[in-house]
């Protein structure tokens, strides 16, 4: 069993910037696969970036391209998501998840979930 807890969330302005932090326990974080999510109301749940074990390898939603990064510190068992340039459309609640048997965009893939973090981005 994975536990994964998020934190960072909250307001931010757009051009501005926030950033996650993701903390993952249970089992041994360099070899998970993460990913950050976002669900806003009425939509499904998507995919904002991934990272691969050793953090060499990353993916990014195209909205994200550009404007986020996604990075880990398998030292602290921890994955971050700095988000810049912020936009009105990034408001969501995040999610942070685990995947055991590899990493990449497919949300279906990922065994554990966080409860995630809530991010508003105003005007």
């Known amino acids: 069993q994975v536990h994964v807890v998020e934190s960072g969330g909250g307001l931010g302005q757009a051009g501005g910037s926030l950033r996650l932090s993701c903390a993952a326990s249970?089992?041994?974080?360099?070899?998970?696969?993460m990913g950050w999510f976002r669900q806003a109301p009425g939509k499904e749940r998507e995919l904002v970036a991934a990272?691969?074990?050793?953090?060499?390898?990353?993916y990014y939603a195209d909205s994200a391209k550009g404007r986020f990064t996604i990075s880990r510190d398998n030292a602290k068992n921890t994955v971050y998501l700095q988000m810049n340039s912020l936009k009105l459309e990034d408001t969501a609640v995040y999610y942070c998840?685990?995947?055991?048997?590899?990493?990449?965009?497919?949300?279906?893939?990922?065994?554990?979930w966080g409860q995630g973090t809530q991010v508003t981005v105003s005007s």
């Open positions: 990272i691969g074990w050793s953090g060499g390898s990353e």
């Open positions: 998840a685990a995947d055991e048997t590899g990493w990449g965009p497919e949300k279906d893939a990922y065994d554990y």
């Open positions: 249970g089992r041994t974080f360099s070899r998970l696969g």
